[in-house]
Structure formats: structure tokens, C-alpha cells
């Protein structure tokens, strides 16, 4: 087994768990993006559970533990992407594009980014058990803020997440979409603007 530098027994609580198509939609895109012999490399690399996840097709609306979805972000990272920002944006837009997005595509094209930022913290608990999502939004801008949340521990994790906010404000059609994100008294906060 790699090790990555992620040690997924001390990031966080068993409460925090995903939806499994999260994980699924995951190695999907990396099928798509660095082929099927890449991702298998992927695959073996990982541990025996987060394995027998990604086997297990009969979990595909099941709650799994968040740590399986960091720990094969991170082996991507490492593996075929090459440590490369570019390419992981790339990975990360995909997995949106076969996971949250294919579930929520219509609601991604017929809202403003205010009206899908405003739903952000429901939204979330649909996917997501624990974590604590509060937005403050205005007509062009928003601040996202997750706390309590494995996803605030690494900078890798913390990057995707604002990646996939980022990605998700543009299927909404707004247009110049920017963001920036960091550590603020141990939340995710990602900062939003949009035209």
C-alpha cells in the first residue's frame, strides 16, 4: 500500500460519512481522464476497505466514510495526475460532471448562483453526514463556510472543495466565476464572485 502522507484514522469521526456515488463518480472520472490501467494502478494503491468500496456497486446510495473519497483523491493526486494543480481541476470538474452535477444538473441550469448558494446548506446534508455548511450570500458574491469537517484538515481536500464550488457557480451560467478559499478559526471558508 501507498502511503501519501494522509493518515485517514486520525482526520476524522466514523459520523462523518457520503453518499457512495461521490466515491463512485471519483473513479469513474479518472477512468475517463487517465484511462482504465492508470486507475487500476489507483486502486491497488489504496487500502483493503476503501477497495472493497469501490467493488461494491450494491453501496451506490449507501453512506461511506468520508476518509475513502479523501484517500483516493489523494492517491489521483499522487498517481496519474502527477501532483499537477491543472490536471486536478480538470479531474475534479469531471467528477462533478458524473456525480453531483449528473444528480442535480437541472437544478444547476435553472438557478441564479444566489438561489443554488442559499439551498448550499441542505444541499449538503442530502450528501454529507456531519459538517456544518453556512453561506452568506449577496447578488454577485457569496462567502461558503464548512466547519467541524475532514475536508478542512488538508490543503489537498480543502482545494477540491472549492473547486467544486467553483465548478458548480458556472453551471449555473454566471459568468468571470472566481474564488479563493482558506483556513479561518479551522472552517473551509471559499469566497465566490461571479458576473
Known sequence: M????????KVSEPSHSIRYYQLGASVDAAKQQF??????????????????????????????????????????????????????????RRQVDLGFGRVRRALLTMVSPKMLLNRAPELWDRDNRGGRVT??????????????HPYCETPHARASMAEVLIYCIEMTRAKNVSGTHGLYLGS???TLRWQ
Open 188 to 190: 473551509l471558508r471559499v
Open 2 to 9: 501507498a502511503s501519501w502522507g494522509y493518515n485517514a484514522t
Open 35 to 92: 484511462g482504465d490501467e492508470a486507475t487500476a494502478a489507483v486502486v491497488q494503491a489504496m487500502p483493503e476497505d476503501v477497495q472493497k468500496t469501490i467493488s461494491d456497486i450494491s453501496t451506490a446510495m449507501s453512506w461511506i466514510p468520508v476518509e475513502n473519497l479523501i484517500t483516493w483523491t489523494f492517491g489521483v493526486w499522487e498517481g496519474p495526475a502527477e501532483r499537477s494543480r491543472d490536471t486536478m481541476v480538470e479531474y475534479t
Open 135 to 148: 453561506v452568506e450570500v449577496d447578488d454577485k458574491q457569496a462567502v461558503w463556510t464548512l466547519s467541524d
